[in-house]
């Protein structure tokens, strides 16, 4: 019974999902017509890029439950392109940039988890506290300044076309949603994940190895946040300390939005690369309109409260 009425409040979510869609797209419709063009799709897919890989990973640790979050992947995709773009002027060969970009976002990954599963600190501190570390070191390390030196082989995949639509949102988010999905959905990995996630104490009698799995989950968060980065330097030809500002924020609303329950076990991949895409069209049109960035930082966060406040009344309501 309990399962079910979380799928309820699931599809609650995902209901007003598909009208906060039609609502955005009535009101840009009658303030800006002009928005609806071939150029606007391509650049609302550009920007998605970024924050659709962020939210998988937030996705992935948020279902895995026991209180799962990554608030730190903003600076995980800051400091993993910074240390990245140092270890090139150390003498890495640029070769290894998209790899290095990688395994530091791994580690970094790797690291949360071990302090969610190694020792028991509470995620939602643990992440708050490396946000801290990250955003600080990526700053410190580089003064605040943007790191140039990208190799200039990468900026034609960063910021080339494919059928009008950007080559790493098809080369890149496309898979690896894909991906994601098969494996939430037909791999006993993905049945170990929603099994966490809705019951830890019971995962654990049935012998799932529970804080090896939410381990791998932090990994990959990390990791997906270095994709990220990676996408950033190809896209903007440096390595700026500050890409990954308020992506926590963005990241977690997308998740919320796209269906998926803030304690786990429900929820999937596909509402979240649809929230993905409505948050960016959101923010795209309110720029269009001249409406300050500020602005559109609060209502970010307003969609992020009224999405667990329905999610909780849902709950009551059934």
Not at 111 to 121: A, H, P, Q, S
Not at 151 to 175: H, K, N
Not at 230 to 252: D, H, T
Not at 298 to 306: E, K, S, Y
């Amino acid at each position: 019974m309990k399962h079910l009425l979380k799928r309820s409040g699931s599809s609650r979510i995902l209901l007003l999902l598909a009208v906060l869609w039609i609502a955005v797209i009535l009101l840009f419709a009658a303030l800006r017509p002009s928005m609806f063009s071939a150029s606007t799709v391509t650049t609302v897919l550009q920007f998605s890029t970024i924050l659709a890989l962020v939210s998988l990973g937030q996705c992935l640790v948020i279902l895995a439950g026991g209180a799962g979050i990554d608030l730190s992947v903003g600076g995980t995709v800051s400091l993993s392109v910074v240390l990245a773009m140092l270890a090139i002027k150390a003498g890495m060969p640029p070769a290894l940039l998209p790899v290095a970009c990688v395994v530091f976002g791994l580690l970094l990954g790797l690291l949360n988890g071990l302090l969610v599963t190694w020792l028991k600190i509470l995620p939602l501190i643990a992440t708050l506290g490396t946000l801290f570390v990250y955003s600080g070191m990526a700053l410190a390390l580089t003064g605040g300044g943007a790191q140039s030196g990208v190799p200039t082989w990468l900026l034609p995949w960063g910021r080339g076309m494919m059928l009008s639509l950007p080559m790493p949102f098809v080369t890149l988010v496309v898979p690896v949603f894909v991906i994601a999905a098969v494996l939430l959905l037909y791999s006993a990995w993905g049945r170990w994940l929603f099994a966490i996630g809705f019951n830890e104490r019971s995962a654990r009698l049935v012998g799932i190895p529970v804080d090896r799995a939410r381990l791998l989950v932090y990994g990959l968060s990390g990791l997906l946040a270095g994709l990220a980065g990676l996408v950033s330097i190809a896209w903007l030809g440096s390595a700026r300390p500050n890409i990954g500002q308020n992506l926590e924020l963005e990241s977690l609303t997308a998740v919320m939005l796209g269906g998926v329950a803030i304690t786990g076990g429900i929820g999937g991949v596909g509402g979240v690369i649809a929230a993905v895409i409505l948050l960016v069209t959101l923010k795209t049109g309110l720029l269009q309109l001249n409406v300050n960035s500020v602005w559109q930082v609060g209502i970010v966060g307003a969609l992020l409260i009224a999405v667990l406040l329905i999610e909780r009344l849902s709950k009551r309501w059934s």
